[in-house]
């Protein structure tokens, strides 16, 4: 029989959407909106994914009124933008460049978080954590047994499907190709604080740290996003 030291769940404490220090994310799609006509989907979200705020413009709207669209991404600032990959983001901020201050394309163009890069970095975290176990279970007698994640690391096809779900049906396209992706880093985020919660369940893997709301290299680039944001005003 495998024997493993864990601590009751409840003495975990892993705060939920909230992190001092850092505002979030924001997610940007470009497509058909509920009129057929081409619009931007402009979504903000919390640390961990949750929505705090969402805007679809068309893009003639756009053209008549060019201030409707510069409030909307100002609300963006000090948040790292998040896609599948760098080139999206990056596309949709070139459609923009005429309507929303070259300061602040700038700023965002720099703050870029690929999803499948989050995962990496989980990946590994998991990968360090189970090494430590077998580590571990060379200097004691009794039976360890290996780290069980309560869920399983998905590769970015898998994550698309989860997220792509019937929930987003009744939207227009462009709204639920922002949808697909704010599903899919409030997922990446839970994978990150499942790890969390199965490592320090253990009791010899807390001189690791106290659990943390997202990964360390995740958290870095949203506290600069918020550092390098300081000096840009409306």
């Not at 903000?44 to 009124?65: K, N, S, Y």
């Not at 994978?191 to 690791?208: C, G, H, I, V």
Request: charged share 20%.
């Amino acid at each position: 029989m495998s024997i493993g030291v864990e601590a009751p769940a409840n003495d975990l404490s892993i705060p939920i959407d909230y992190v001092p220090g850092v505002r979030g994310h924001a997610v940007l799609a470009v497509g058909p909106g509920s009129d057929g006509g081409e619009a931007l989907a402009v979504w903000r979200l919390g640390p961990t994914g949750l929505a705090g705020g969402a805007w679809v413009v068309g893009f003639d709207d756009i053209e008549q009124d060019p201030g409707q669209l510069r409030r909307i991404m100002w609300n963006l600032q000090g948040r790292c933008l998040i896609g599948w990959d760098i080139e999206a983001p990056t596309g949709v901020l070139e459609r923009i460049t005429e309507v929303v201050p070259a300061e602040l394309l700038s700023k965002l163009r720099g703050t870029i978080l690929p999803i499948p890069e989050l995962l990496k970095e989980i990946s590994e975290h998991r990968s360090t954590y189970s090494l430590a176990v077998e580590q571990h279970r060379t200097r004691v007698k009794s039976k360890i047994a290996p780290l069980a994640w309560p869920t399983q690391m998905p590769d970015q096809e898998q994550l698309v499907t989860w997220a792509i779900t019937d929930r987003f049906a009744s939207v227009s396209p462009v709204a639920a190709t922002a949808l697909t992706l704010t599903a899919a880093v409030a997922r990446t985020a839970q994978l990150w604080q499942d790890t969390e919660q199965a490592r320090y369940r253990r009791t010899y893997l807390r001189s690791l740290g106290e659990p943390q709301p997202l990964p360390p290299l995740w958290l870095a680039r949203l506290r600069k996003a918020v550092g390098d944001n300081s000096v840009v005003s409306a």
